[in-house]
């Protein structure tokens, strides 16, 4: 997958995905559940490609599930357009 291995391009993919919730109604805190179930199957399933990736499995690997939410939370904030 060509899009975990540049961080912007995941970045600007993940603000699209936040971008169409918001623009069907999705409430912060949907948006903020999907991207944790997604953090953590990337945690469990994709292979990091890049320093960034790295860094954050590694943060995910270390949370519990209160970390997990705010690093979900923080991740959505930094993918917003």
């Given amino acids: 997958m060509a899009i975990l291995e540049d961080w912007t ?9 936040v971008e ?8 912060d805190n949907t948006i903020t559940n999907i991207a944790e179930k997604v953090g953590t ?3 469990n399933n ?6 960034e990736e790295r860094l954050l ?5 270390a949370s519990d599930i209160n970390d997990k ?3 979900a939370k923080l991740i959505v904030r930094i993918t917003a357009k």
């Fill in 9 to 17: 391009e995941w970045k600007n993919t993940l603000g699209n995905a």
């Fill in 20 to 27: 169409l919730g918001e623009n069907i109604g999705m409430s």
């Fill in 41 to 43: 199957f990337l945690a």
């Fill in 46 to 51: 994709v292979d990091p490609r890049n320093p």
């Fill in 57 to 61: 499995k590694e943060m995910w690997d």
């Fill in 69 to 71: 939410n705010v690093l």
